[in-house]
């Protein structure tokens, strides 16, 4: 079973861009994608962004497309997250996750989490 660990969360502020990685040790053929969610207090988790490990494909959602990029280091088995222009709404606790689908925005399709990591933007 891969395990993921997260890092990179911090306090920013409005405007300012913040990296996140997640090292995914011990991957098998289960783990095909990497996704990353975040979940503020009080409501529910959401997707962010995804990618495949062998291919590249990316998927974002629409409230970071063009403020985030996905990208992964294969050889040090670590997927990053970063964010640029960052929003007090981005603020929660990000979550990476893999799945063994190919595309995949839907959380239950994610079989692995990390323990998450907390951002926090102020205005």
């Known amino acids: 079973q891969v395990k993921l660990v997260e890092s990179g969360g911090g306090l920013v502020q409005a405007g300012d861009s913040l990296s996140l990685s997640c090292v995914a040790s011990g991957r098998t053929l289960s783990d095909v994608t990497m996704g990353w969610f975040r979940q503020a207090p009080g409501k529910e988790r959401e997707f962010v962004a995804s990618?495949?490990?062998?291919?590249?494909?990316?998927i974002y959602a629409d409230s970071v497309k063009g403020r985030a990029t996905i990208s992964t280091e294969n050889a040090k088995n670590t997927v990053l997250l970063q964010m640029d222009s960052l929003k007090p709404e981005d603020t929660g606790v990000y979550f990476c996750?893999?799945?063994?689908?190919?595309?995949?925005?839907?959380?239950?399709?994610?079989?692995?989490w990390g323990q998450g990591t907390q951002v926090t933007v102020s205005s």
């Open positions: 996750a893999s799945s063994s689908l190919t595309w995949s925005r839907d959380q239950n399709e994610y079989h692995t």
């Open positions: 990618i495949t490990w062998r291919v590249g494909i990316t």
